[in-house]
């Protein structure tokens, strides 16, 4: 026969198999599921046979309506008559294209054999906010610091710029590559 202990530790199995088993069932309460629901996207648009129209409908002004090209002004106070004759005042066109030849500047700081020295040091000048550029000419590349307009903003920059590298820079006129 069984002693007395292994009944105890037999008895003490079968109820925590039951505590694991059957306790959480009932102690979890009403239990709900959540499902996700699945739309299907149609693949082919449902059209309506109704097409949509619209009404071509005329501009409220017409061209007579419209003021003369070039600008009338009144002038507010007739100085030696007292006829409101309008001013004409010929509008003039301005240019689409600047003319940078005339009017910017670069920096030219310095000529390195080494491309990749050259780059570095332009990455370096851009993140410390400068317009740096390199150009590849005659087995140097030059780093170039512009185009600007103000002259005198790129003859402060010079100062900086020897203090940051240790070379002094040269200001040039800037010439664009394509005009």
């Known amino acids: 026969m069984a002693s007395k202990f292994q009944n105890r530790l037999v008895g003490t199995?079968?109820?925590v198999s039951i505590g694991v088993i059957v306790l959480p069932d009932i102690l979890d309460g009403q239990k709900v599921h959540y499902q996700e629901g699945v739309v299907s996207i149609p693949i082919k648009p449902e059209l309506d046979s109704e097409l949509e129209s619209y009404e071509v409908?005329?501009?409220?002004?017409?061209?007579?309506?419209l003021p003369p090209s070039p600008v009338v002004l009144k002038s507010p106070e007739p100085k030696e008559s007292n006829s409101e004759e309008p001013l004409e005042v010929a509008v003039q066109e301005q240019p689409d294209?600047?003319?940078f030849q005339e009017?910017?500047?670069i920096i030219q700081l310095m000529a390195l054999k080494n491309a990749d020295n050259a780059r570095n040091l332009v990455k370096d000048l851009q993140k410390r906010?400068?317009?740096?550029h390199v150009k590849p000419e005659n087995g140097?590349?030059?780093v170039i610091i512009g185009p600007n307009v103000s002259k005198t903003k790129l003859e402060k920059q010079i100062v900086e710029l020897e203090k940051i590298t240790g070379s002094k820079g040269q200001l040039l006129?800037?010439?664009p590559i394509n005009p």
Do not use: C, N
Not at 129 to 132: L, R
């Open 13 to 15: 199995i079968v109820l």
């Open 57 to 65: 409908v005329d501009p409220e002004t017409s061209i007579e309506e």
């Open 97 to 99: 294209k600047v003319d």
């Open 103 to 105: 009017s910017a500047w």
């Open 129 to 132: 906010g400068y317009q740096a």
């Open 140 to 142: 140097f590349t030059r």
């Open 173 to 175: 006129k800037f010439k």
